[in-house]
């Protein structure tokens, strides 16, 4: 299970930092990412990353702005944006792949677990 939180309504150029808690797995293999659902568009990924070894994939639109990371000890998966768009404002899921271990190929061709959404706003 995968548990988001920390969304928000924020300026233009702010930062917000996501979080998603894992329960029930172990985040040690199989990929993990942030998608997100902006109202009227297709769902997409902004970044992912191989739990295994560490490697991150990011989309060009949020490289430079977003960034993911993970606690071990927390079993938590994090999203730093920075810079915030109003553009980026959607809903923003974390999900994984139990089979898939790569980040590329998780954020190509999608996940399979979601966790629930959590909103991020950017607005004047």
């Known amino acids: 299970q995968l548990q988001a939180s920390g969304g928000g309504l924020v300026q233009p150029g702010e930062s917000l930092t996501l979080s998603c808690a894992a329960s029930?797995?172990?985040?040690?293999?199989?990929?993990i990412g942030w998608f997100r659902e902006a109202p009227g568009k297709e769902r997409e990924a902004v970044s992912c990353l191989s739990t295994n070894n560490d490697i991150t994939y990011y989309p060009d639109f949020v490289k430079g702005r977003f960034t993911i990371s993970r606690d071990k000890s927390k079993n938590t998966v994090y999203l730093q944006m920075n810079n915030l768009r109003p553009e980026d404002t959607a809903v923003y899921y974390c999900?994984?792949?139990?089979?898939?271990?790569?980040?590329?190929?998780?954020?190509?061709?999608?996940?399979?677990?979601w966790g629930q959404g959590t909103q991020v706003t950017v607005s004047s």
């Open positions: 029930g797995f172990t985040l040690n293999r199989p990929a």
């Open positions: 999900a994984t792949d139990f089979g898939q271990a790569s980040s590329y190929a998780l954020c190509h061709r999608g996940p399979k677990e």
